[in-house]
């Protein structure tokens, strides 16, 4: 990055905002002002961070606020403290003043209930839920990871331009590593990690346990130490002593009973015999390969580490881009520099590869990596909640406005007794600051339980690598945010009160100052910005509830209704897998309730699968039109029992036996034998020389995700093929009766292998939406939240407008003006900053569509249906808020409004 | 606005004033420069706000206790502040007001002699 780090530029406007609120006296220096403000936020981003740069915004607040209550005058001498103070002090200490006008706004608040419960929760409310979405972002996005060496770790992936429309960040192919790793100069180390699992039989009741092969290196790197003995070490990965394996604390705990002695003893996952080497400590957060990879990818975390072994068949050029990457970089080495080492070692491996080919290295902070998939979710977020809480302040500060029309009086009296127009702001600021301080501190409460509730429940594709939680970083947040609340709120008020308090206010008059106190323009202007507001996260609620609808009433390919997932197996060679498999099948069908049952080794909208490379047998085409396929292992009743259609041919017989066929998808077909009936031809996967042949075409399902359209995909028989792993169970009646007796039936066919796993597929197809679903029913909510209160504001502005011109409306109507000009005048008068702002919103909307655009699926950001609804329900919410004070209007009886004064 | 030439005429400063005449003792210095300067040598027990700072600092120049002096070209922004004479005097005089009444405390152990 070039460029400075946006919450830098952040902090620096910010502070500079805050600083133009200097006295007069002072901003004459503002060039001075401005210049310190820069030099100050830069050397506290290098020595503390963005923690640093909320001392410094922090600071400046003070100060302008003691600016503020000091006056211009910043003396010299301090006449208090020397020995020739005599007679009376030239004023009250700050702060006993302070104390006083805190009792005092105590005491107002307390004699108005209404406009205190009101202000309390709506504050709450926003700061609360700012604060809450602040930490986690800031815990996610921002702070660093809990690894030594945190801010050198980087993700690798690759970019393979031929298989850019699969993914354009692919995961890692072993032979670019190991090159890398030999040949770059920029690295203290480099690791592989990929997923595995094994079921454990050691320690009570057999379980399947996730691991992952990891280099040597790999956990060394992360700055962590074993509990017990050692981690690995890059000599574990040596064909012949890879038989080592670190185990997690938990795994430690659970099934070997803590056993000090663990290091030496044999372990078996799978059909493995390892030998523990080391128990990680307690609370260790190990990256998983989901956590350093862009393409989606289910992956659990694991409790046992073994060593990455590269072995030559992995090393296949160009192909097999399986594993998740991470690299420590030198220290003083950047980013970019590594990026441009590894393009080098790219450029030679793609030449050798052949004349088309080509490679690029993606390498990002680990940090960024992790962070990615929530990333925008989070910003938007954000914006949802800071938005909604800018609306508050707006309207608490409308509130307070129009009550100081009623303090006008109160106000005069205190300047006649001597309060200087200090005194008077600094006065209404503490009652602001008191009930911005109450607000904040139930909102700080709201916020810790909000918090609690989205780790636990709220699927935002939160990596977990950092804790996240209320901590000192939130409670300064949570502070500064108090503060510039109040001042929000408080300053326009204040500001206009002291300004305005003249001998008029204490004569008969005082209506007069009131009409320019709160009259107008200010009021209007800040009506018109919280509709803008309300406006732009409407439109940002409409757009992803588009989208989720779009996404809802996509066409999946299968039907989960009624369709249950069982994942079972064994550890053993392949033919007892395979033979336990057709047991369990066996099993299953015979069961009451079930329609058919299938295998499939990966299920539908479960991520990226195995992508390969496919020629036809015919040689129809050149190796670059080569396309590339997901790939799948499945039994003959899986189409029918995940509900897939089959086009033409037909399905997989057992007297197929180990002739290779397989089936092809709608859009395979068209891919590779386009305009012709493909049953009967034959192709070739990529590495591979048996031909196999084609006997019939299966409807396109979407097989990594709902959004990501269907790819070409073949399916094999597993029993060629052997891969596993998930049954498909259709059920006649009741899914959950058949969910009940599933698990007994298959534990006492094999009392060995672990207790089956039973899902319902629609329960998993809604878990891929889950975190769209949450973001869209935050901003909805906070959509509706910040719409009612813009509605409030209109209303409140218009109604204090027409109770003050109670009598211009009467000398209208006794000059001849009807019922319906009156209607026509305060709509018009209410409206017309609500059109404003409802402009200025929709564009804000295009504006901020940049950061959604990762948000949405089948809408486009200016999608004019969301923008033309958000303008109906805008002006038809305003227009019931002017309603009330319109219909007010319409009923003023002339004859009473001109007696009145 | 006449400046008035003794320098005793000035104390007790008020805190703000001293730190930013003993961080000019020794260097010509720029607003932001004098902040960390106090930061550092009061191990940030004081810290300036930009306002507070260039509000005294307008103020002591028009005592005549600081001038502006022209800054390095590099940073033709900055306004760098350099002590006057008076200002020496001034700060020197409170130094020994304040020297005088921690001698008044150590005589009633008030505080140890040796230094704190």
């Known amino acids: 990055m070039t460029d400075q780090p946006w919450f830098i530029r952040f902090g620096r406007a910010v502070a500079k905002g805050i600083a133009r609120q200097y006295p007069r006296s002072i901003a004459a220096q503002q060039p001075d002002v401005a210049s310190f403000v820069d030099e100050a936020i830069e050397s506290a981003w290098r020595e503390r961070g963005v923690r640093g740069i909320a001392a410094v915004i922090g600071r400046v607040s003070v100060d302008v606020v003691l600016a503020r209550w000091r006056g211009p005058a910043l003396p010299i001498s301090d006449w208090r403290a020397g020995p020739r103070m005599i007679g009376v002090a030239r004023r009250t200490s700050m702060w006993s003043a302070f104390a006083a006008d805190a009792r005092y706004a105590l005491r107002r608040l307390r004699q108005a209930p209404g406009f205190t419960i009101v202000a309390l929760l709506t504050l709450a409310l926003g700061i609360g839920s700012t604060t809450a979405m602040f930490t986690v972002a800031d815990d996610v996005l921002l702070k660093p990871l809990p690894y030594g060496a945190a801010d050198r770790l980087v993700a690798i992936q690759e970019n393979v331009p031929k298989f850019a429309s699969i993914a354009p960040e692919l995961p890692v192919n072993a032979y670019d590593f190991s090159h890398w790793r030999s040949e770059s100069h920029a690295f203290d180390a480099l690791s592989l990690i990929t997923g595995t699992g094994g079921i454990l039989s050691t320690g009570g009741e057999p379980v399947f346990v996730y691991g992952a092969y990891v280099s040597g290196t790999f956990l060394t790197m992360l700055g962590l130490h074993a509990e017990l003995g050692r981690l690995l070490v890059p000599a574990d990965e040596q064909p012949g002593h890879d038989d080592v394996v670190v185990i997690s604390h938990a795994l430690w705990v659970d099934r070997l009973g803590g056993d000090p002695t663990v290091v030496g003893r044999p372990l078996t996952i799978g059909n493995h015999a390892f030998t523990v080497v080391g128990v990680l400590p307690a609370g260790v957060k190990v990256p998983r390969q989901s956590e350093v990879q862009s393409p989606a990818f289910g992956d659990n975390s694991a409790d046992f580490w073994r060593p990455f072994v590269i072995e030559a068949s992995d090393l296949i050029v160009m192909s097999e881009f399986d594993f998740g990457c991470i690299g420590l970089l030198k220290p003083g080495v950047s980013v970019a520099q590594a990026r441009a080492d590894l393009e080098r070692i790219e450029d030679h491996i793609a030449q050798s590869a052949g004349p088309n080919e080509s490679l690029h290295p993606i390498v990002r902070p680990l940090q960024t990596q992790a962070g990615a998939r929530a990333h925008d979710g989070l910003v938007v977020l954000l914006g949802a909640v800071t938005a909604v ?90 502070s500064l945010l108090t503060v510039v609340t109040a001042l929000l709120v408080g300053a326009l008020p204040a500001r206009r009160l002291s300004r305005r308090t003249s001998r008029a206010a204490l004569g008969d008059n005082a209506r007069s100052v009131g009409e320019t ?265 906070f959509a509706l939240v910040g719409v009612l209160l813009a509605a409030l504001g209109v209303y409140g502005v218009l109604a204090q407008s027409v109770a003050r011109r109670t009598r211009e409306i009467g000398v209208r109507m006794a000059l001849g003006a009807s019922r319906a000009d009156v209607w026509r005048l305060i709509t018009r008068q209410g409206l017309a900053p609500v059109a404003m702002g409802l402009v200025v919103g929709l564009a804000g909307a295009v504006a901020a569509g940049r950061i959604l655009r990762g948000l949405l699926f089948g809408v486009t950001i200016t999608e004019p249906r969301t923008f033309a609804a958000v303008t109906v329900a805008v002006a038809a919410s305003s227009l019931v808020a002017c309603y009330l004070p319109a219909r007010r209007a319409a009923r003023v009886d002339p004859t009473i409004a001109l007696r009145a004064d | 606005m006449g400046t008035r030439t003794d320098a005793r005429s000035y104390l007790p400063l008020t805190a703000a004033v001293f730190h930013i005449l003993l961080s000019l003792v020794d260097d010509d210095r720029h607003g932001y420069g004098i902040a960390k300067e106090v930061a550092a040598a009061t191990r940030g027990q004081v810290r300036f706000g930009p306002g507070t700072l260039y509000g005294t600092l307008v103020r002591m120049a028009k005592a005549g206790l600081v001038v502006e002096v022209a800054g390095s070209p590099a940073h033709d922004r900055r306004r760098y502040f350099r002590l006057t004479s008076l200002g020496r005097d001034v700060a020197r005089a409170e130094a020994h007001r304040l020297a005088a009444l921690v001698s008044l405390a150590r005589g009633k152990s008030l505080i140890s002699r040796s230094r704190s």
């Open chain 1, 389 to 478: 809480l800018l609306i508050v302040c707006v309207n608490l500060s409308n509130l307070v406005l129009s009550r100081a029309v009623g303090r006008q009086r109160e106000f005069a009296v205190r300047a006649a007794l001597g309060a200087s127009t200090r005194r008077l702001a600094a006065l209404m600021l503490t009652e602001t600051l008191l009930v911005a301080t109450i607000g904040s501190a139930l909102g700080f409460a709201a916020a810790g339980w909000a918090v609690h509730a989205i780790l636990l429940t709220a699927p935002l594709g939160l990596p977990d690598l950092s804790p996240i939680g209320i901590d000192a970083r939130a409670w300064t947040f949570v």
């Open chain 1, 517 to 781: 106190l709160a009259g107008g323009r200010t009021s209007r202007m800040l009506v018109a910005g919280e509709v803008a507001l309300a406006a732009m996260t409407l439109v940002v609620a409409g757009l992803l509830l588009g989208s989720f609808a779009r996404l809802m009433g996509v066409d999946k390919g299968f039907v989960p209704d009624r369709a249950l997932v069982v994942s079972a197996g064994i550890s053993g060679s392949r033919e007892a897998q395979i033979a336990f498999d057709r047991r369990v099948l066996d099993t299953i069908r015979a069961l009451p309730g079930v329609a058919t049952v299938g295998l499939t080794n990966k299920l539908p909208i479960s991520g990226e699968g195995s992508n390969t490379g496919l020629h036809a047998a015919d040689g129809a085409m050149g190796p670059n039109d080569w396309p590339t396929v997901d790939y799948r292992c499945v039994s003959p009743d899986y189409f029918q029992a995940i509900g897939i259609p089959l086009v033409r041919g037909r399905l997989f017989r057992d007297s197929d036996g180990d002739h290779p066929v397989a089936l092809i998808s709608v859009q395979a077909a068209s891919r590779i034998w386009p305009g012709r009936d493909p049953v009967g031809h034959s192709f070739r996967l990529e590495g591979f020389d048996v031909p196999i042949e084609v006997v019939g075409v299966v409807g396109d399902v979407h097989g990594a995700s709902l959004q990501k359209a269907p790819s070409p995909t073949i399916y094999q028989p597993f029993w060629q093929q052997f891969r596993s792993g998930y049954f498909v169970v259709r059920t006649a009646g009741d899914p959950a009766l058949v969910a009940a007796e599933l698990p007994r039936a298959l534990h006492a066919l094999e009392p060995e292998a672990p207790m089956p796993r039973v899902r319902a597929m629609a329960d998993l197809v809604d878990a891929t939406v889950a975190q769209r679903q949450f973001q869209l029913e935050v901003v909805v909510f």
